[in-house]
Nanobody, 115 residues
């Protein structure tokens, strides 16, 4: 059974950086699109960035120029480099990936940006 496991969240001051990782574990499989979502308290979950299997990327307007999504297909891992963090970036960050024909979610990792 394939699982997505996120890591790298934490507490950081405004202007700081964090790097999130999401690794897919389990038996051999193909991974298509991988993405990061976030959910702030009291708000709906929103797409932050996604990356295709050929590494084409797309970002939410709110993070363009500050966040970078990348992937390592050998390690079956997707990354989110977050720079110039703002308090409004605070929330739970969730990895999502198309594994075979199934969309899977990770358990999430908390990012808190203090002002």
């Amino acid at each position: 059974q394939v699982q997505l496991v996120e890591s790298g969240g934490g507490l950081v001051q405004a202007g700081g950086s964090l790097r999130l990782s999401c690794a897919a574990s389990g038996s051999a499989f193909s991974i298509g699109v991988m993405a990061w979502y976030r959910q702030a308290p009291g708000k709906e979950r929103e797409l932050v960035a996604h990356i295709t299997s050929s590494s084409s990327t797309n970002y939410a307007d709110s993070v363009k120029g500050r966040f970078t999504i990348s992937r390592d297909n050998v390690k079956k891992t997707v990354y989110l480099q977050m720079n110039s963090l703002k308090p409004e970036d605070t929330g739970g960050y969730y990895c999502r990936a198309l594994v075979g024909s199934l969309w899977l979610w990770g358990q999430g990792t908390q990012v808190t940006v203090s002002s």
